[in-house]
């Protein structure tokens, strides 16, 4: 997906598909780039995230722009999830550490288990979820687990694009294993530096797919078929 996804935003990038342009049927793709329909899907649903193109039921995908600027999780833009994130995640887990109960760390201590168990990145991006609003839970304010409700949604597509495109999931558990030992040491300056540090890894994984370059063609890579050495498809 990532190297038929490098391939189209390539061309967008290029102009070999200008705004306005339909891209070809998903048929005609998949028997150019030799991928199944299911990875070509997965491709023109990161080049809509990123908002280069967009989907018409019954019409096809139309590109609506040259370069990426900010993706778009659900109803959200990533630079407001973003701030919002920091806003609300970065005091919550120092309430969290304040306020947590042995419930709450057990519960935390059972998904991150979990977590680092799982291998399919629909089951860990569920779980990422999860994740984020059981530390909202330790926190015992419901108000902290609504708005952590509000943009669920979007934090799952933007956990997804993330693995998907960044490899993020091992280094995320990571992440979430220092906010947990945080919480069970209870310490708030530990946990506000471990959500703070998450979500800056978070930006920085996001920037980095946002501005790298998508300019290589097949014969660019030395292959013939741009998802040769690349994921199944």
């Known amino acids: 997906m990532e190297a038929v996804l490098a391939y189209l935003r390539g061309a967008i990038e290029r102009g070999e598909y200008a705004i306005g342009d339909k891209l070809p049927s998903e048929a005609e793709l998949c028997r150019t780039l030799e991928v199944s329909r299911p990875v070509l899907r997965e491709a023109l649903r990161a080049l809509q995230t990123m908002g280069l193109t967009v989907s018409r039921t019954g019409k096809g995908t139309f590109v609506v722009a040259s370069t990426v600027e900010d993706p778009t999780f659900g109803d959200y833009a990533a630079s407001d999830l973003l701030e919002v994130r920091r806003h609300v995640e970065i005091p919550v887990a120092g309430y969290a550490a304040l306020r947590r109960t042995p419930e709450n760390l057990d519960h935390l201590a059972h998904l991150l288990d979990r977590m680092e168990r799982e291998t399919d990145t629909t089951a860990w991006v569920a779980m990422d ?15 902290f687990r609504r708005v952590i409700e509000e ?16 490899g993020r999931r091992e280094q995320s558990n990571r992440e979430h294993r220092a906010i947990v030992e945080a919480l069970i040491d209870g310490s708030e300056n530990d946990a506000v530096e471990a959500m703070a540090h998450h979500l800056d890894r978070v930006e920085t994984t996001l920037t980095d797919i946002v501005r790298s370059p998508r300019t290589d063609t097949p014969t660019d890579t030395g292959t013939e078929n741009p998802t040769e050495g690349g994921p199944e498809a």
């Open 151 to 166: 943009i669920r949604d979007a934090l799952a597509r933007q956990s997804a694009f993330l693995n998907e495109l960044g």
């Open 129 to 143: 979820t999860l994740f984020h609003l059981a530390v909202a839970e330790a926190a015992q304010n419901p108000v």
